[in-house]
């Protein structure tokens, strides 16, 4: 049956992102804010392992917690994350992964609000993958649900400048804010972000060591020591 897609087309990448840390830029923060991307092309081969997994855990009654309906790294328990951890390092590919970090104190206040704070940032985030990615058919960007409006129009206009100004003319791109539980997509990309986040937030890279093939980079925004004022 023709379904009206070409095998010869450019194949459409996906990007799916998460964040670590809290937005409270006050002493009791979070010393780190992090923005991670995973870069990923069809077919999701991974997708089917993380399902079958789930299931096993249902059928062997070995959830991690009570009405368990997709991965997320910080509530999974350690016998779960490490064997996600696993799969990871074995069927994503290398250097798929991005991740912009931010040292929130030497963020001026300027930059701070999430209207300000997001299109700066993702903007360096996605600038490298879609520098780094071959030649596309479309770049679909995935979230998750974001229920405040002013940081969800704040990421839409960082996605869709980014991607104006980068992308060959006439190459589609969306914006899409979904639910993770809808996504393995976005559980993985939850996964990266939480190892990098525990390495620069806690000095814990136990987890990222595993998987530390995968990440292409950890750029620290604020590495040369600038406080931002933007």
Request: one cysteine or more.
């Given at each position: 049956m023709n379904n009206g897609l070409s095998s010869s087309a450019p194949p459409t990448?996906?990007?799916?992102?998460?964040?670590?840390?809290?937005?409270?830029?006050?002493p009791t923060g979070s010393k780190y804010?992090?923005?991670?991307?995973?870069?990923?092309?069809?077919?999701?081969?991974?997708?089917?392992?993380?399902?079958?997994?789930?299931?096993d855990l249902i059928e062997h009654r070995l959830l991690p917690r009570i009405e368990m309906e997709y991965f997320h790294c910080a509530d999974d328990?350690?016998?779960?994350?490490?064997?996600?951890?696993?799969?990871?390092?074995?069927s994503v590919p290398h250097a798929s992964v991005d991740s912009v970090i931010i040292e929130k104190q030497k963020t001026g206040p300027a930059l701070q609000p999430p209207e300000k704070f997001y299109p700066k940032m993702l903007g360096y985030l996605l600038r490298y993958?879609?520098?780094?990615?071959?030649?596309?058919?479309?770049?679909?960007?995935?979230?998750?649900?974001?229920?405040?409006?002013?940081?969800?129009?704040?990421?839409?206009?960082?996605?869709?400048?980014?991607?104006?100004?980068?992308?060959?003319?006439?190459?589609?791109?969306?914006?899409?804010?979904h639910s993770s539980r809808a996504h393995y997509g976005l559980q993985i990309a939850d996964y990266f972000n939480w190892a990098i986040y525990r390495k620069w937030?806690?000095?814990?890279?136990?987890?990222?060591?595993?998987?530390?093939?995968?990440?292409?980079?950890?750029?620290?925004?604020?590495?040369?020591?600038?406080?931002h004022y933007y």
């Open positions: 990448l996906y990007i799916f992102i998460d964040e670590g840390g809290n937005f409270d830029f006050s804010f992090t923005l991670t991307c995973v870069s990923l092309y069809r077919p999701f081969t991974l997708h089917t392992d993380l399902d079958t997994y789930k299931y328990n350690k016998h779960v994350r490490s064997r996600v951890f696993s799969m990871l390092a074995r993958a879609v520098k780094k990615a071959p030649d596309v058919g479309e770049v679909v960007v995935i979230t998750d649900n974001i229920p405040v409006a002013k940081k969800r129009n704040a990421i839409e206009k960082a996605v869709k400048t980014v991607l104006a100004s980068m992308l060959t003319a006439g190459t589609p791109y969306r914006v899409m804010h937030e806690h000095g814990d890279d136990g987890s990222h060591s595993v998987i530390a093939s995968q990440i292409r980079s950890e750029f620290d925004i604020f590495r040369k020591g600038t406080r």
